[in-house]
């Protein structure tokens, strides 16, 4: 991804204690007036930057930003996030990821934003949103695989983002089939839709929400939301967590295309929520209740009900009374 002179000047300064003027002007062969004034445009991007006649300039913080400089200094991936298109604020980013894909888009581009005015969730749901305060991100991905497999990423991402968040010690549990919480309350979601062309998969996009600074909800949602903040009373860069969930994913993707689902059963009952415990799950058919007992190796969730097993394709698990 080719860099412009800002994010040349901003990663230099990251790479660095202090550093003159001159010696940005040299690096970069342009003057050292175009060098303040990329200084003053970072500035104004919200990095605090000290400058001192001596000694140059000290990046001071680097703020908790979703630039793709700011996430590429955590990715360790070969495809995916390569290719990264950072948005202030859009509708969704999966319509963006939707656009890009049918625009040829290469596999592994991240759309990302600070703030999206449209976001959705699982059946149509609004996705809550505060400006700067979450990550909303959509994966172009390109897989071979047959078109019933498609639904298996929606459950690999989200052992990818439970391993990324315990990472960082945040103690996050999955709730089949697209949902993260911590404590019972939901702190991210995984939106997957395909672009297809006859029998085949074109493109399949990836969206995760992800609640990080908040601070509170609407009131309908106090009880069933919260963030990593509220939880953890962590700080942690949005940036960090997007990289260190692509480092995390990539590989289980590529074992994913070349082995299937079934070797990631286990991964998924260590993290899956009230395994083993009396749930209640709704289709569009009926309403069942029993013990979940965990998924197939294809994805389907089993709840054992007193006429014995069942397994589900499409449904949802009945957390909370809707309002």
Known sequence: ?????RDRVLQALMKADWISGQELADQFNISRTAIWKQIAALKE?????EAHKKTGYHLADRGDRLTPLAIQQYVRTDTLGQQIIHLEQTETTQRIAHE????????GTLIVCDFQTDGRGQLGRTWHETRSAGIAMSLILRPTAPLHQAGQLTLLAGIALAETLRTLD??????????????????AGILTEMQTEADRINSVIIG???????????ELLSDRATSLHLATGKLIARAEIVGLFLNTFEPMYKKWLTEGFASFVPAWEKYADRLND???????QETVTGILRGIQADGTLQIE????LKAFHSAELVYWTEM
Not at 209 to 218: A, E, L, M, R, Y
């Open 305 to 308: 009900t007193e006429t014995g």
């Open 45 to 49: 991007d919200g990095y605090i930057i």
């Open 170 to 187: 945040v103690p996050a549990t999955i709730k089949w089939p697209n949902d993260l919480l911590i404590a019972g309350r939901k702190v």
């Open 100 to 107: 890009q894909a049918q625009q040829a888009a290469s596999e």
């Open 208 to 218: 995760i929400g992800i609640n990080v600074h908040h601070t509170q909800f609407p």
């Open 1 to 5: 991804m080719e860099k412009s002179t």
């Open 278 to 284: 009396l749930v209640t799950l709704r289709t569009r």
